[in-house]
């Protein structure tokens, strides 16, 4: 089922399983419409029951997976490369992608509901439209309009988020804060003043709740916003190092070899 095909549907039940070495290659959809399915993911056990829609990146370790002997699902499986070749934009695709490597779980209502299943529907029948004229441009523009109707269901999920945090937790609101303006920001001091507290204090405050610093979250957000730029070959080395509000290039540079262990240039020559 795998061979040649970039985009992939089909209807999942408790007995079925998903495809061997799927999470490689391809970025996993998947909408239930019945029982539940529970996965380890980042360490973390999760479970999303009937009218929930999970999405799991290539690439990221999906494992333990079980199903109620009720379950169904309708699964999408997209192509790495089809994806994120055609991400409209840079700084949304980040936002999605830091977001769904820590809530694999979206909550639509049910206009979005009926949205994902029309827009999966609409991907699939497009790949199979191989003897069109203009089969690869339209296919592109398809996945794009994908992309951004899944943005637009993650910004309302977003949204809702940080509706629940404003009174949440000072760490709950330094998390949405690194999120927010993690592209440009890289200081403690900016996300300690916008909490009203100390820098230390903000450190402290990490430590308790993970065991990492302020600081130590900011670099893992600034590493990987980096990757992922620096992967999208569409931006030259100076675009980034301004969409990151570098003051210069080599100034970039020097960061992102104390980051990567490795300069820009070169990081992309391996990719």
């Not at 980042?42 to 333990?64: H, M, P, T, Y």
Request: net charge positive; glycine share 2%.
């Amino acid at each position: 089922m795998l061979e040649n095909q970039k985009v992939i549907l089909y209807k999942m039940a408790s007995t079925d399983r998903f495809p061997i070495d799927f999470q490689i290659r391809f970025h996993t959809h998947i909408y239930c419409q019945s029982g539940t399915i529970q996965f380890v993911f980042n360490n973390q056990q999760f479970r999303c029951k009937k009218g929930e829609f999970i999405f799991w990146l290539a690439g990221l370790d999906v494992s333990d997976l079980s199903f109620s002997t009720n379950f169904k699902a309708t699964v999408l499986l997209v192509d790495n490369n089809l994806l994120t070749q055609n991400l409209p934009s840079a700084n949304a695709s980040i936002d999605s992608y830091i977001h769904a490597r820590q809530h694999p779980i979206l909550h639509p209502d049910k206009k979005d509901k009926e949205k994902i299943l029309k827009n999966f529907q609409l991907l699939y029948d497009q790949s199979q439209e191989k003897n069109h004229r203009f089969f690869e441009e339209v296919l592109k523009l398809q996945m794009q309009l994908f992309i951004l109707e899944m943005w637009h269901i993650f910004e309302d999920e977003l949204d809702r988020r940080k509706r629940s945090l404003q009174s949440g937790t000072l760490y709950e609101r330094f998390s949405q804060l690194i999120q927010k303006h993690g592209l440009t920001e890289r200081e403690v001091r900016f996300y300690s003043d916008k909490l009203s507290i100390t820098p230390k204090y903000l450190n402290y405050i990490c430590k308790v709740n993970t065991r990492i610093t302020a600081s130590e979250w900011i670099q893992r957000y600034v590493k990987e916003r980096i990757i992922l730029l620096l992967k999208n070959k569409n931006l030259n080395i100076s675009e980034i190092a301004d969409e990151m509000n570098f003051s210069s290039r080599s100034f970039f540079t020097r960061y992102v070899k104390k980051l990567l262990g490795t300069t820009p240039k070169e990081y992309r020559e391996r990719i």
